[in-house]
């Protein structure tokens, strides 16, 4: 497992932009592929973008296609979210995921962050 520290949400209008980090320790975040999760307070947890060790492959959630950029900078061992054109059901604690494979850190990865909150107000 790697440790993974989330930074950069906070409260926005619509229609603006937001960039969220994710710093990890140790020398193996290469190796990883990683994710972005969000959750809204009683509702489960949902995949919104994922980035292959080496970044040539990538998905997103249909929700966010188009406005949501996720990269990577291995030899800086961060991920990066960036949201634009943002809308109030964006609004969520936004968590940074890590695995070894693809379609799990799609789908059930096994290290988390402890998550940042972003609102956007309307």
């Known amino acids: 497992q790697v440790q993974l520290v989330e930074s950069g949400g906070g409260l926005v209008q619509a229609g603006g932009s937001l960039r969220l980090s994710c710093a990890t320790s140790g020398r193996t975040f290469s190796s990883y592929a990683m994710g972005w999760f969000r959750q809204v307070s009683g509702k489960e947890r949902e995949f919104v973008a994922a980035?292959?060790?080496?970044?040539?492959?990538?998905s997103y959630s249909d929700s966010v296609k188009g406005r949501f950029t996720i990269s990577r900078d291995n030899a800086k061992n961060t991920v990066a979210l960036q949201m634009n054109s943002l809308k109030p059901e964006d609004t969520a604690v936004y968590y940074c995921?890590?695995?070894?494979?693809?379609?799990?850190?799609?789908?059930?990865?096994?290290?988390w962050g402890q998550g940042t909150q972003v609102t956007v107000s309307s």
């Open positions: 995921a890590a695995d070894l494979a693809f379609w799990t850190v799609v789908r059930r990865p096994s290290s």
């Open positions: 980035i292959s060790w080496g970044g040539s492959r990538t």
